[in-house]
Protein backbone atom coordinates (compact mmCIF):
# COMPACT_ATOMS: atom_id res chain seq x y z
CA UNK A 1 0.00 0.00 0.00
CA UNK A 2 1.10 3.59 -1.00
CA UNK A 3 2.48 6.02 1.62
CA UNK A 4 1.12 9.45 2.16
CA UNK A 5 3.11 12.37 3.78
CA UNK A 6 1.35 15.42 4.47
CA UNK A 7 2.93 18.62 5.87
CA UNK A 8 1.17 21.25 7.59
CA UNK A 9 2.51 24.40 6.71
CA UNK A 10 1.08 27.79 7.94
CA UNK A 11 -0.04 29.83 4.54
CA UNK A 12 1.69 33.49 5.06
CA UNK A 13 5.10 32.12 6.46
CA UNK A 14 5.75 28.84 5.04
CA UNK A 15 6.44 27.83 8.57
CA UNK A 16 5.48 24.11 10.05
CA UNK A 17 2.45 23.63 12.18
CA UNK A 18 3.08 20.96 14.76
CA UNK A 19 0.43 19.52 16.22
CA UNK A 20 -2.16 19.90 13.55
CA UNK A 21 -4.96 16.92 13.58
CA UNK A 22 -4.62 15.45 10.16
CA UNK A 23 -7.18 12.35 9.05
CA UNK A 24 -7.51 10.52 6.20
CA UNK A 25 -10.74 8.73 5.81
CA UNK A 26 -10.93 6.95 8.94
CA UNK A 27 -7.32 7.45 9.80
CA UNK A 28 -6.15 10.28 12.27
CA UNK A 29 -2.72 11.71 13.50
CA UNK A 30 -0.92 14.73 14.96
CA UNK A 31 1.77 16.53 12.97
CA UNK A 32 5.12 16.44 14.37
CA UNK A 33 7.57 19.42 15.41
CA UNK A 34 7.84 19.66 10.98
CA UNK A 35 4.63 19.34 9.93
CA UNK A 36 4.59 15.56 8.85
CA UNK A 37 2.12 13.14 9.61
CA UNK A 38 2.08 9.76 7.40
CA UNK A 39 -0.20 7.33 6.60
CA UNK A 40 -0.32 3.40 4.86
CA UNK A 41 -3.27 3.80 2.36
CA UNK A 42 -4.92 1.71 -0.36
CA UNK A 43 -4.35 3.17 -3.56
CA UNK A 44 -7.33 5.34 -4.79
CA UNK A 45 -9.24 8.64 -3.93
CA UNK A 46 -9.23 9.47 -0.11
CA UNK A 47 -10.66 12.59 1.73
CA UNK A 48 -8.04 14.39 3.72
CA UNK A 49 -9.08 16.64 6.38
CA UNK A 50 -6.42 19.31 8.54
CA UNK A 51 -7.98 21.29 12.05
CA UNK A 52 -5.88 23.35 13.95
CA UNK A 53 -6.80 25.78 16.54
CA UNK A 54 -6.60 29.48 15.12
CA UNK A 55 -6.79 28.44 11.48
CA UNK A 56 -9.39 27.71 8.58
CA UNK A 57 -9.99 24.15 8.63
CA UNK A 58 -8.66 22.66 5.11
CA UNK A 59 -10.37 19.89 3.32
CA UNK A 60 -9.69 18.50 0.18
CA UNK A 61 -9.75 14.79 -1.97
CA UNK A 62 -6.42 13.74 -3.06
CA UNK A 63 -5.93 10.79 -5.45
CA UNK A 64 -2.89 8.01 -4.08
CA UNK A 65 -1.87 5.25 -6.50
CA UNK A 66 1.98 5.57 -5.32
CA UNK A 67 4.17 7.02 -2.36
CA UNK A 68 2.93 10.67 -2.30
CA UNK A 69 3.37 13.62 -0.43
CA UNK A 70 1.02 16.86 -0.13
CA UNK A 71 1.43 19.91 1.61
CA UNK A 72 -1.15 21.48 3.17
CA UNK A 73 -1.15 25.62 3.68
CA UNK A 74 -3.62 26.61 6.56
CA UNK A 75 -4.95 30.28 6.70
CA UNK A 76 -4.64 31.81 9.53
CA UNK A 77 -8.27 33.38 11.09
CA UNK A 78 -8.51 37.20 11.71
CA UNK A 79 -9.15 37.88 15.16
CA UNK A 80 -10.80 41.22 15.74
CA UNK A 81 -10.46 43.19 19.14
Sequence with gaps: ???LEVRVV???T???ISRA???VNSLSAYTD???YAVFIVPSGVH???VLKAG???HR???AVFRDSRLEVRLVPLVSIL
Design 33 to 35: FNG
Design 14 to 16: GRP
Design 10 to 12: DYN
Design 47 to 49: VVR
Design 1 to 3: MPR
Design 55 to 57: YSA
Design 21 to 23: YVS
Design 60 to 62: MSV
